[in-house]
């Protein structure tokens, strides 16, 4: 079975700055998707970013971006120019590349994000 | 409607009774998703659906259940609730034949049970 681990259950930023929360997973499929969703207090599962093993070329959404490190299973989301708004919970996910079927999805414990002035 | 729909939004229950958590979707997705969120645990999920006619259990299904009669709705089903069923659970749903298959992720509700 497939893990997710996210090692850091706090972490905080100033307003403006860069941060980069961790995410590790353990799996023996070479084709797979990670995702980070945000979670703000209104509870609301958003997604932020998507990565399918396959690609090499790391995925960017705006001010948003991830390291993406298959050998490693490594894969850590960038928020460049923190902003109040992206105080959240974030959760990294994992779910197997095979189509056809639900694509069900394990996560992490997730890391709760606290953006300072 | 935008998307998927949840009811009731909180509830407090008494252990012992059942209860019966209601998910609907709007997008005509085939596959639909029930997981819980705790602190400390992440989300972990209950069960899920391919598509009408058909479902199946995730990591946690034990004292759960679920039915999928028709491609909107998906309730999911506590028997005889227990006080470790304590939780904010989530619907979702995704397509399965997309690259992504994003799941899209209903309000939630939040079940207390005493």
């Known amino acids: 079975a497939q893990t997710v681990t996210q090692s850091q259950p706090e972490m905080s930023v100033q307003e403006a700055e860069t941060v980069t929360l961790s995410c590790t997973y353990d799996?023996?499929?070479?084709?797979?998707?990670l995702f980070w969703y945000k979670q703000p207090p209104s509870r609301q599962m958003i997604l932020v970013i998507r990565?399918?093993?396959?690609?090499?070329q790391n995925a960017t959404e705006n001010r948003f971006s991830v390291n993406f490190q298959k050998a490693a299973k490594s894969f850590s989301l960038k928020i460049s120019d923190s902003q109040l708004g992206d105080a959240a919970m974030y959760f990294c996910?994992?779910?197997?590349?095979?189509?056809?079927?639900?694509?069900?999805?394990?996560f992490g414990t997730g890391t709760r994000l606290q953006v300072t002035l | 409607i935008a998307g998927i729909t949840q009811a009731p939004t909180s509830q407090i229950l008494a252990a012992g009774r059942r209860m019966t958590l209601r998910c609907t979707q709007d997008?005509?997705?085939?596959?639909m998703y029930w997981y819980r969120q705790d602190l400390g645990l992440g989300l972990r999920l209950i069960h899920y659906?391919?598509?009408?006619?058909?479902?199946g259990k995730g990591e946690v299904p034990d004292g759960y259940s679920v039915s999928r009669a028709n491609t909107d709705d998906f309730p999911l089903t506590l028997a005889s609730a227990v006080p470790s069923q304590t939780s904010v659970y989530f619907c979702?749903?995704?397509?399965?034949?997309?690259?992504?298959?994003?799941?899209?992720f209903g309000p939630g509700t939040r079940l207390t049970v005493l």
């Open positions: 979702a749903s995704s397509e399965v034949l997309t690259t992504y298959n994003e799941q899209f």
């Open positions: 799996t023996s499929e070479s084709d797979y998707y």
């Open positions: 990565q399918e093993a396959y690609k090499q």
């Open positions: 996910a994992y779910r197997s590349g095979y189509t056809g079927t639900a694509s069900k999805l394990t």
């Open positions: 997008m005509r997705h085939n596959a």
């Open positions: 659906s391919n598509t009408a006619g058909t479902t």
